[in-house]
């Protein structure tokens, strides 16, 4: 069995693909996924599987087109996977709310983009990652999910430093 920490983009922001959690996870276990957990509202899912990685992306994927009617990209990284992603964090972690980690769906072979403007935010492009510090705050940051999904060709989703903690101390209890 494989424990996974999965990422859904865009379902409850600004009242568009409204999903409720306990009707997610009731279609998870429909699924046949065991011990499934939701983190808060933003599509945070924690769930054990005999599929691997892709195949559970998938089932996720088609169950929510399904049952809610809207297609929701979802990004799954293995524990180990998502340990490497926090140990590998290039830049400070002091203030937590400058911190972010943008998964991608699948690895990129770009290493450096072009963005302008982005004052003294910074980011590091790592394969299937991108490490973000943006000391100008997230509200006001160039560096966002859309900006990434259309250099890198690759859908992408962001959490920040306590969700991405969060998750991964929800997983491992």
């Known amino acids: 069995m494989n424990r996974f920490i999965v990422l859904l983009r865009g379902i409850n922001v600004s009242g568009k693909n409204k999903i409720p959690m306990a009707d997610l996870r009731q279609l998870l276990h429909d699924l046949e996924f065991k011990n ?19 195949t559970v ?40 709310k400058i911190v972010a980690f943008t998964f991608l769906e699948h690895n990129t072979e770009i290493k450096k983009i072009e963005v302008k403007g982005i004052l ?26 859309n900006l990434f999904e259309r250099k890198l060709n690759v859908t992408a989703t962001t959490r920040n430093l306590r969700t991405t903690l969060k998750l991964l101390e929800l997983a491992t209890k």
């Open 36 to 54: 499934v957990q939701t983190y808060i509202q933003s599509g945070n899912i924690i769930l054990d599987s005999e599929e691997i990685k892709s």
């Open 57 to 96: 992306c998938q089932k996720i994927k088609e169950g929510i087109q399904n049952k809610f009617g809207f297609e929701i990209p979802v990004i799954a990284r293995t524990i180990p996977e998502w340990k490497k992603v926090i140990q590998n964090y290039p830049f400070s972690l002091e203030n937590e």
């Open 120 to 145: 003294e935010d910074e980011y590091l492009i790592d394969t299937n990652m991108v490490y973000l510090y943006c000391p100008s705050g997230f509200a006001r940051t160039k560096l966002s999910n």
